[in-house]
């Protein structure tokens, strides 16, 4: 059973600790009341047109998996840097990137690759659900766990429109948590046989 409050550690509480240092709570509270503040700092506070070119596309979009061995794609995402268009401080918190923002951002004189882009955030997002549903029929892998893979990855699909990283974070927290399951299943067969031995 312990194996499964590590896993809900690593799932939860742990992604949350790392992304928000000590001041969590604050943080949290100031993401909720600026989730959907993206347009209003890209439009009216603010002007995104300013942060044209100032993003890799693809070093952005890999930053989740490269800075776990040390290659940062940026210093702050689109949804802490874009108050700096605004003159405000950037301070790390703010809105949510959404991928409208980040593809005017990215690809802001092709609208084709806007539209592509878009198409294929679809795809993925559908892959997603589709994953997850499949996930819960695979008859080796114990039920707790199959159920807590399906409602992180069912309801983190919607980040792909919200927030990319946090998308790309819940999956890589997903494939942490898949590998200390199966160190648990190992030892648990690895002890199995020696009970059996001994007996």
């Known amino acids: 059973m312990i194996k499964f409050y590590i896993l809900l550690l690593v799932f939860l509480i742990f992604p949350s600790l790392i992304m928000s240092g000590t ?6 509270l100031t993401r909720i009341y600026m989730s959907a503040d993206i347009y209003l700092f890209s439009y009216v506070i603010g002007d995104y047109k300013d942060l044209i070119n100032f993003y890799d596309p693809l070093s952005y979009l890999l930053h989740p998996f490269s800075s776990i061995f040390g290659i940062r794609g940026y210093e702050y995402p689109l949804g802490a840097q874009i108050l700096s268009t605004a003159n405000l401080p950037v301070t790390g918190t703010g809105p949510n990137s959404h991928m409208t923002i980040l593809n005017m951002i990215f690809f802001h004189d092709c609208t084709f690759c806007i539209i592509l882009a878009s198409f294929m955030y679809g ?3 559908l892959l997603t ?7 819960l029929t695979v008859k080796y892998i114990n039920s707790y766990f199959k159920i807590l893979v399906f409602i992180i990855l069912y309801t983190n699909q919607i980040n792909l429109f919200l927030d990319i990283g946090m998308f790309e974070f819940n999956i890589i927290m997903i494939i942490i948590g898949f590998f200390i399951y199966l160190i648990f ?4 067969k ?4 020696i009970d059996v031995r001994t007996n």
């Open 123 to 125: 795809i993925i997002a």
């Open 185 to 188: 299943e190992l030892l648990n």
């Open 190 to 193: 690895k002890y199995r046989r």
């Open 23 to 28: 001041d969590f709570l604050e943080k949290i």
């Open 129 to 135: 659900v589709w994953f997850a549903f499949y996930f």
